[in-house]
């Protein structure tokens, strides 16, 4: 019994269940998390380079924390309201031409079933004439399969064809769905995504701020900050795999490689700086 529950393990792997209601805040959650551990760590390593000390560098992590998660709060809440409120407007005038056109409305609907899957004409059947026995046998057989789905498909479309021609609530849903890709149940609150960038904005900058709280050295705070970033990087790359299924090896450094560099930009800006303004002095 045991070795037959494990090769129907094998023929039937778990089921994993879809992302659902979180799926269109993956963005914001993705995007707060990731900009406060990269821009955070940039700009401390700017400020290091510069020569600020200690307490500088944390006063400048501190606020560039809160200023960067209030940003992030208001641009995600003023982009998704914009966005909705252009949804609605769109919704709108396909519930006006759906009442004004209707005729014209069916006639895109029957483009969009093509879209999805659902043919409208017969398959070409003609065959060769200077065809052998065997394959015009096979082809005969090809062809009887491609006449029953297509009588098939072709039923639906009539089918479908006939309701949604009746019914211009269902036909509004289907027209909203299948054009603008949009269903009531995945409408992005604009609160739900500032909140969201925002409290993770404000975690991804923890890494990049705590060390200058502990340590007294700017450079060995720039260290322990540049590898907890790191570590950090390395765990949303995991996070974000659990939820693409790809690879979070890749994922994290390809962020790692890029944090990196920008480091490194922004030290060289900060030593760049000191020594420019040691020279006017």
Request: with cysteine; net charge negative; hydrophobic share 40%.
């Amino acid at each position: 019994q045991q070795q037959q529950q494990q090769q129907q393990q094998q023929q039937h792997p778990a089921h994993q269940e879809h992302l659902v209601k979180s799926r269109q805040y993956y963005r914001d959650m993705v995007l707060g998390v990731n900009d406060g551990l990269v821009s955070t760590f940039l700009l401390v390593a700017g400020v290091v380079g510069g020569g600020m000390d200690v307490e500088g560098v944390l006063l400048t992590s501190v606020s560039g924390a809160i200023a960067g998660a209030i940003s992030m709060f208001a641009g995600e809440y003023v982009a998704t309201k914009s966005q909705n409120e252009v949804m609605k407007g769109e919704i709108k005038l396909e519930h006006d031409h759906i009442k004004k056109y209707h005729a014209e409305e069916m006639q895109e609907l029957t483009h969009l079933f093509s879209l999805i899957g659902i043919p409208g004409s017969q398959p070409h059947l003609c065959g060769d004439p200077n065809e052998n026995k065997t394959t015009t046998y096979h082809s005969a057989v090809n062809n009887t399969v491609d006449v029953s789905s297509a009588v098939e498909a072709r039923k639906l479309r009539q089918r479908l064809t006939r309701y949604y021609g009746s019914n211009s609530d269902a036909l509004l849903k289907i027209m909203i769905a299948l054009e603008f890709g949009v269903i009531d149940e995945e409408v992005r609150s604009p609160v739900l995504a500032g909140a969201s960038s925002l409290l993770l904005f404000f975690i991804g900058s923890l890494p990049s701020t705590i060390p200058f709280a502990i340590v007294a050295d700017p450079e060995m705070g720039l260290i322990v900050s540049g590898s907890a970033c790191g570590v950090s990087l390395i765990v949303v790359g995991i996070v974000k795999s659990l939820a693409t299924r790809g690879n979070f090896l890749l994922a994290a450094m390809e962020n790692l490689l890029i944090t990196t560099a920008g480091g490194a930009v922004a030290y060289g800006v900060g030593v760049a700086f000191q020594s420019l303004v040691g020279e006017e002095e």
